[in-house]
């Protein structure tokens, strides 16, 4: 939105409140048919009990997977999707964010989409556990760059940062009284631009936004949460193991391709490293001219135990170099893989 207005003459910023305590602000832009909308719902450091750091950020996967008012989560991105609507959302440090385009001739449907998002998902608990795994998948940037999850690790703030026992004491209950204490119109701005004018406007956030109002959290029925120590493998006596399926403790070195490389011998690196048998239990793959190596510790594994295996193994691949037997498999499986590439899908699969 910046980037547009900078191309454009200064727009006349205009101001309303809803009787419910949400703030508007509109910025009239007719150059085009299109309307542009932002809803920012501030977060403050009490908003996330101690313990159950990455709520917020399993909230936002729940509330962009769940149903919402009288459609299914897949009707609801179809709706999107058919209407010409985008609508995405994003965490942010100081709150979560809302972004909506939609052509103006559809504002009515589209703020009218944003509130059932919003205000009318309906959160079940089977989403909540495969939407508690896709989280930790998400933390973990298993597909982005080094380059990408040195940043995330750098900008996030440690004692925000979710963790496995973190994600999995997350309840549906810590859900709803989430919301209820943040997804407040008094905490909300909401900013227009685009197709509309303030009389227009107001109709329209008042039709779509103006039921909204602040909830009282639910009375909380469980004891405080225990907090193990963090160096400690074990719980304490009386602290129920939170454990969720298909996740472990993860250890990661990166490190560079050599500039100089050709890119046949990348090809070829690609496929003499990953397969390596010394390098067992470790793994490695080729991401973006990086190698990155990575080791799932076993249950009960400490961590610099966990990366003086990493190292030996790294020590062992290293020591051992390649043989020209080596180099010719490889190059035999470069070969067999670039005939699949004039096949027809059909028989690159068979």
């Known amino acids: 939105m910046a980037a547009t207005l900078s191309l454009q003459a200064q727009p006349k910023l205009q101001r309303f409140t809803l009787p419910n ?48 008012a009288d459609l299914k989560a897949e009707d609801f991105d179809r709706t999107l999707e058919d209407s010409g609507i985008q609508l995405t959302h994003s965490r942010e440090p100081d709150g979560l964010s ?9 504002q009515d ?38 380059q990408v999850r040195l940043r995330e690790a750098l900008i996030q703030d440690p004692d925000s940062r979710p963790t496995l026992t973190s994600l999995g004491a997350i309840t549906l209950e810590d859900l709803f009284a989430f919301r209820a204490r943040v997804f407040r119109p008094d905490r909300a701005v909401l900013v227009l631009h685009g197709d509309l004018g303030l009389e227009q406007a107001k109709r329209l956030v008042l039709l779509s936004l103006g039921s909204w109002r602040a909830q009282e959290p639910p009375p909380s029925v ?16 009386g602290l129920p193991r ?17 500039g100089d490389l050709a890119a046949e011998a990348a090809s070829l690196l690609s496929l003499l490293v990953p397969g390596e048998v010394a390098l067992s239990p470790v793994s490695i793959a080729m991401a973006d001219g990086y190698l990155v190596a990575t080791l799932d510790a076993e249950p009960g594994a400490s961590g610099p135990g966990t990366w003086s295996l990493l190292h030996e193994r790294l020590d062992a691949l290293r020591r051992r170099g390649f043989s020209q037997a080596d180099l010719d498999r490889a190059r035999s499986a470069w070969l067999a893989r670039r005939s699949l590439d004039s096949l027809h899908p059909e028989d690159q699969l068979d």
């Open 109 to 146: 449907r589209a703020l009218g989409l944003l509130a059932d998002r919003l205000l009318r998902t309906v959160f079940e608990s089977l989403i909540l556990e495969a939407q508690r795994l896709a989280c930790w998948q998400d933390e973990e940037r298993k597909e982005a760059s080094p």
């Open 242 to 258: 939170v454990t969720v399926p298909g996740l472990g403790f993860r250890v990661q070195a990166v490190a560079a391709r050599p």
């Open 21 to 68: 305590g949400l703030r508007v602000l509109l910025l009239e832009d007719h150059e085009r048919p299109l309307i542009r909308a932002r809803l920012q719902l501030r977060l403050e450091p009490a908003d996330t009990p101690p313990g159950c750091q990455g709520l917020p950020q399993l909230m936002m996967r729940m509330l962009s997977r769940s149903d919402a």
């Open 222 to 237: 469980k004891p405080p949460r225990l907090v193990a120590p963090v160096h400690s493998t074990q719980p304490p006596k």
């Open 98 to 106: 809302w972004q909506l385009v939609a052509r103006s001739r559809d």
